[in-house]
T-cell receptor
């Protein structure tokens, strides 16, 4: 089974702190994603990466950056955390290509609270 | 960017009954994939069913089936013989054929009444 693991289920950080959210997948997937989930807004794509050191902005990249130094690991960085970044963060991975079985597999989510 | 709309924030169904969750999407592409994901209270998002746009036949997975209307850009999920374990948030998602990022709707919270 594909496993996508996020380093923390719950995090509490202070305003202005630099925050790292880590995600690791074990299925050699090319693509990795960071989504933010808020009630009534669904999942919004922050960034995704289709290869090591490659990244593309999603719909809401402001205030975030990402790092992918190894294929299995994708980090989301909040350079200076703010209270409006309090949310659920979901990491996902998928195989690349046009085959039908390229759905995303998700981690268990990290609930981040910025105080 | 493509948009995915789920117009029902909440739905409820009696155990053993059938419920349909709605999803519409906006795209100018002719080839793409559509998905329904389930997120139970444990938060782990899992795939329920997928549909390739080039296939005319509606996908089916056990008690879950879709009604895919390509011209109307509609992709509804039907759950038959609803079970208590079906209670969850359900998200509709879209992915372009030659692109790897996915777009999600706002979700529908399904309650199953015993």
């Amino acid at each position: 089974d594909v496993k996508v693991t996020q380093s923390s289920r719950y995090l509490v950080k202070r305003t202005g702190e630099k925050v790292f959210l880590e995600c690791v997948q074990d299925m050699d997937h090319e693509n990795m994603f960071w989504y933010r989930q808020d009630p009534g807004l669904g999942l919004r794509l922050i960034y995704f990466s289709y290869d090591v050191k490659m990244k593309e902005k999603g719909d809401i990249p402001e205030g975030y950056s990402v790092s992918r130094e190894k294929k299995e690991r994708f980090s989301l960085i909040l350079e200076s955390a703010s209270t409006n970044q309090t949310s659920m963060y979901l990491c996902a991975s998928s195989r690349t290509g046009t085959a039908g079985n390229t759905e995303a597999f998700f981690g268990q989510g990290t609930r981040l609270t910025v105080v | 960017a493509q948009t995915v709309t789920q117009s029902q924030p909440e739905m409820s169904v009696q155990e053993a009954e059938t419920v349909t969750l709605s999803c519409t999407y906006d795209t100018s592409e002719s080839d793409y994939y559509l998905f329904w994901y389930k997120q139970p209270p444990s938060r782990q998002m899992i795939l329920v069913i997928r549909q390739e746009a080039y296939k005319q036949q509606n996908a089916t997975e056990n008690r879950f089936s879709v009604n895919f209307q390509k011209a109307a850009k509609s992709f509804s999920l039907k759950i038959s013989d609803s079970q208590l374990g079906d209670a969850a948030m359900y998200f509709c998602a879209y992915r372009r054929y030659n692109n790897n990022d996915m777009r999600f709707g706002a979700g529908t919270r399904l309650t199953v009444k015993p």
